[in-house]
């Protein structure tokens, strides 16, 4: 089985500065990792995904990601936030081989709630 | 490329009766999932389909329950409401036999509202 935690439940920061949304994971198997983020009254989006190669990730809009296998962690930073950023952020894993309770779905943290300030 | 569909965008039911919420996948996806998002308890997966079956079932009471159509559309049904199902329920889609590596693929949700 897997979980996620999300360390931070809310993170607010001022326009232009940078952030870090953390996450933090437990697997027995190995697993590929998700950030998704979800504005107001909407569903979720894909923002970036690690399946294999390059520990670091980008998004188009600025966002990148490192996997850290050691410490089991998957942050999310952006250098410089605007204010459309504002959002919640989830991540999220699923097993990379198949069978078991866990395959096909994914496991996702509790959310971060990003306000960007002016 | 149309995204995930589902319907109705919000339902409105009284403890007791049923709900039955519609998603349509991307086209070529053949895999779907469900998935609950309750106040204060995060997103938990609910079910998932692929080529009409079901595939794998998180930790609800049968009460929930579903299937897909041949065109791969599918249908959440909740029998027997109770106030607690009062949630944003999401269907994702992706293709094959939703392979880890397979980006699923959300829909906007239907928001269900049980009094």
């Known amino acids: 089985a897997q979980s996620v935690t999300q360390l931070d439940s809310q993170v607010p920061v001022f326009e232009e500065a940078p952030v870090e949304l953390r996450c933090n994971y437990s697997?027995?198997?190995?697993?590929?990792l998700f950030w998704y983020v979800q504005y107001p009254n909407q569903g979720l989006q894909l923002l970036l995904k690690y399946l294999s190669g390059s520990t670091l990730v980008e998004s188009i809009n600025g966002f990148e990601a490192e996997f850290n296998k050691s410490q089991t962690s998957f942050h999310l930073r952006k250098p410089s936030v605007h204010i459309s950023d504002t959002a919640e952020y989830f991540c999220?894993?699923?097993?990379?081989?198949?069978?078991?309770?866990?395959?096909?779905?994914?496991?996702f943290g509790q959310g971060t709630i990003l306000t960007v300030h002016p | 490329e149309a995204g995930v569909t589902q319907s109705p965008t919000h339902l409105i039911k009284t403890r007791g009766q049923q709900a039955t919420l519609r998603c349509s996948p991307i086209?070529?996806?053949?895999?779907v999932y469900w998935y609950q998002q309750a106040l204060g308890l995060g997103l938990q997966f609910l079910l998932w389909?692929?080529?009409?079956?079901?595939?794998n079932r998180g930790n609800f009471p049968p009460r929930f329950s579903g299937r897909q159509f041949p065109n791969y559309s599918s249908e959440l049904n909740v029998n027997a409401l109770e106030l607690e199902d009062s949630a944003l329920y999401l269907c994702?889609?992706?293709?094959?036999?939703?392979?880890?590596?397979?980006?699923?693929?959300f829909g906007p949700g239907t928001r269900l509202l049980v009094l």
């Open positions: 086209s070529g996806h053949t895999s």
């Open positions: 994702a889609s992706s293709r094959h036999r939703g392979a880890g590596q397979e980006t699923q693929y």
């Open positions: 389909y692929d080529e009409g079956e079901e595939r």
């Open positions: 697997s027995s198997v190995s697993v590929y």
């Open positions: 999220a894993v699923s097993p990379s081989r198949g069978g078991g309770t866990s395959y096909g779905k994914l496991t």
